[in-house]
Each structure stands twice: as structure tokens, then as C-alpha cells.
């Protein structure tokens, strides 16, 4: 639940169908049943550290997820759109006017930056050409460079949940239409992690410790995203040779 780039999330909107049907016998009116409720998950009775641990579990289980929505951080407004699949990632990042597509598949990392996010390290005149020579190919990074690390780290489930302070139990609130219990973090720079009460107890909403502080989302839990593929060696492009 740490507010920085590897741990933020926010609303998952995965509404319940709630059975309804009709009942009547001979000339009797037709009457409505009630809609029934999901049956819970039993997390709503346990202690707050257990429901996170089995929050966790659940989303490690799942193997794979969605994530949307923008976070505050220390260096600005960051907008994330990542599709996680164990160990693989594909997906967006945009952090004030600067974007970069990223890609992790195969055991390899790749970036795709615009002009704007090459102008952070580089001259103007620097950041055009690398925008110019790498167009629309990937850019490679090199295993041994850590500086993309923080920006994969999505697909760290124990970091992406993980907490800074003492975790307490708040209150079930219905999240897109699913009832959620919060988890509040009582560092000052932490947030409330909402976990699904019915179904599998997944995280459904991170939300920072005010409503400036941003949101994200999971979704999609355990399914399979076409766009994490490989690019053909024609659309790559390797990180040394452009910093030269």
C-alpha cells in the first residue's frame, strides 16, 4: 500500500449478477424474489494482517491482472496502465507530459519513450535525435541496468501490497457495487487498501490518503493479454547504443 510507483491501486469494478426469478402457482400473481447476496469470504473476521496476506495470495494466484489509474509521487502526477501476468508486464506510464510504453516478456525488459521522456536526462537537441533514431522500435534494456526496476515493479506482488505502517481494519464500503473491507495504513504517506469481502478476497481498491493523492485499479484477475508478446528483432533497439 506504499504510495510510490510499485504500490499503488485503486477501484476494481467487478459487479455480482444477483439471481432474481418469478414464483407463482395456478392463477396466482407472479411475485418477485429477493435478489441473493454473494456469500461472503470470511475476511471481513479476520485480523487486518491476515487479510492482506490473503489478499496477496489471491492475486499471485490469479496469476494475472490488470492495473489502471494515476498516483501522486514526489515527482509529480503518475498515470499507470500495466497488464501483469507473472513476471511479465505490458503496458503505459506518463508522469506530467513525459510517456513511455513498457514491456517485460521473455525474461527481457523493454521501454518505448517519447521525445519528451528522453529530454528528462538528455539536451533538447540530444532527446530529438534519440527520438529520431529509435522512431517506433523498442528500445532493449540491458539486465545489469537497475534503473528501470522501480517502473517494473508491478509484477512484484509483495511489493506492490506491501505496507509502510501499521495496517488497521476500517470499514466495509461497496466498491463499483462489490462490498470491500479497508485496509488503512497508518503511515502518513500510506493509504486504504479495499479487499473484496465475496468471490476471492482480491484487492479492489488503493486509494491515497486523500482524494488528490489519486487511484488506481485491478481488474481482469487470472486473463490472458494478447499484448504481451515479444517484438520482432526488426522492432527493437538496444539502450547502449543510443547513450554512447
Known sequence: MK????????VLASAALLATGCAGEGGGS???QDPVAPAGNGVEALEAAQILEKAKAALAQAKSFHMKGTMKSEDGKIGLDFKVAGE???GSMTMDGPKLEMLAVG???YIRPDETFWGLGNTPEKAAQIAATVGDRWVLVPTKNQSFNGMFGATDVGDLLENEGAVTKGKVEQIDGKPAIGLVDGDPEGGTLYIATTGEPYPVRLAGPTPADGALTFSEYGET?????APAAAEVVNLESLTK
Open 3 to 10: 504510495k510510490t510507483l510499485t504500490s499503488a491501486v485503486v
Open 30 to 32: 407472479a411475485k418477485f
Open 88 to 90: 511479465e508486464l505490458a
Open 107 to 109: 525474461g527481457k525488459r
Open 225 to 229: 493479454f494478447a499484448d504481451i508478446k
